[in-house]
């Protein structure tokens, strides 16, 4: 490393909160699905700030569309109307099929939107007694990092000293039907889950899975929220990762590439009856909804479809998983993912993801770890297959390297 990117590092370490383990590059400059860092050294983006950047970074249509409302009116309030809002509304639902939406900024804001909805909807709707709705989760689940959320998380990392938490969650077995079956009880409002787990290493449930939760759901009188803030707007190959089993969720939360990685912009898409149980300023956020948001929000839908991102997304991320399982290397225990949502897990004598990562940066290539074992693959949407190819050949070079 030159002496200005320690630098870099060592500033970041003396004032920031040590909350992060980032890999050792500094980045100035991205177009596309390429960064570069200040000494002008190139990489491919695996990761797209957790698939936030999926629309590939800078995207010159959405960089206007901001530039342009941020000339006008950035922010209002929810206390006025504005002339973005209506707009993405409008366009948000006839793109997703969607009758209610709620804007908020973060995606774990989305989150917490929801459980404060379900539960609404459980006293209000479905008649459970007062302070009793229960939630159902999943192990090994990552919905954000807001102490509503860690209190239901099972990684000790995560939820390790920050309790007390609040009760009504039930915690289940990912990819379990029978576990969700078994869990349910006449005070269960919601079933929280991921359609893919991302953070956890990119799980994919057996394949019917979703097509029984939502029957067991629906019988039950339960709202099924997926969490598709990593998932969703075209990362797995289809609009929304439901779309794979022909599933419609109650609530679905969208976040990361709704802006695609220009500003935090999330929503909760959902249906009369849970976001019409809230009244005036029993819920809000004064940048949800903002004109900025909505102004790079609405450029974000637009080129993710006029720019046939989501059919790219199917293509490539088929090429690219049919690569990475052909890589022949003792270090791969198993190479899983869905559109450009992949991952490779290491054997566990293979040593940890992360000295990989750091190999593949030396190639032009960042990706990052999770989960010790585990390097998660995510390139912005745009990708083409020349790049997919140009990233296989370095992977493999490193997946079959010699770190002994």
């Not at 909160?17 to 390429?34: C, D, F, H, K, T």
């Amino acid at each position: 490393m030159s002496s200005s990117v320690i630098d870099f590092i060592a500033t970041e370490a003396r004032f920031g909160a040590q909350n992060y383990a980032p890999i050792g590059v500094v980045l100035s400059r991205g177009e596309g699905v390429w960064v570069w860092d200040t000494e002008g050294n190139r990489y491919l983006d695996c990761l797209s700030a957790y698939s936030a950047v999926s629309q590939g970074h800078c995207h010159p249509k959405i960089l206007a569309a901001m530039v342009e409302q941020a000339h006008r009116l950035t922010l209002t309030s929810r206390a006025f109307h504005n002339d973005q809002l209506a707009l993405f509304y409008e366009e948000i639902a006839a793109l997703t099929g969607s009758h209610k939406v709620l804007p908020m900024n973060s995606g774990a804001e989305a989150v917490e939107t929801a459980i404060k909805s379900v539960r609404k909807w459980g006293y209000e709707v479905k008649g459970v007694p007062d302070g009793q709705a229960e939630i159902i989760v999943c192990a090994n689940n990552f919905h954000g990092r807001t102490l509503g959320i860690v209190g239901f998380s099972t990684d000790p990392e995560t939820h390790g000293h920050f309790g007390p938490f609040a009760p009504g969650f039930k915690i289940i077995p990912f990819g379990d039907a029978a576990a969700l079956k078994k869990a349910i009880t006449p005070n269960t409002v919601a079933f929280l889950v991921e359609p893919i787990q991302g953070e956890a290493g990119v799980v994919i449930p057996p394949a019917g899975y979703f097509t029984e939760v939502r029957q067991l759901c629906t019988a039950n009188n339960v709202m099924l929220v997926l969490d598709e803030i990593q998932t969703g707007l075209g990362r797995t190959g289809k609009l929304l990762a439901e779309q794979h089993e022909g599933i419609e969720a109650d609530v679905t939360l969208l976040g990361k590439a709704l802006s695609g990685g220009f500003y935090p912009v999330s929503a909760v898409l959902s249906n009369n009856d849970v976001l019409g149980t809230l009244r005036p300023g029993q819920h809000g956020s004064t940048f949800g909804g903002n004109p900025l948001a909505c102004a790079v929000a609405r450029a974000a839908m637009r080129v993710l479809v006029e720019e046939g991102m989501i059919e790219n997304a199917a293509r490539q991320g088929a090429r690219f998983l049919e690569g990475l399982k052909d890589i022949r290397a003792n270090t791969i225990r198993e190479v899983r993912g869905r559109g450009l949502m992949l991952a490779v897990e290491l054997h566990p004598e293979a040593g940890r993801a992360r000295r990989y990562c750091e190999a593949l940066q030396g190639k032009g290539i960042l990706a990052k770890d999770t989960h010790e074992q585990t390097i998660r693959i995510a390139p912005p949407l745009v990708i083409t297959s020349d790049q997919v190819d140009w990233a296989l050949e370095r992977l493999a070079s490193t997946l079959t390297q010699d770190f002994s």
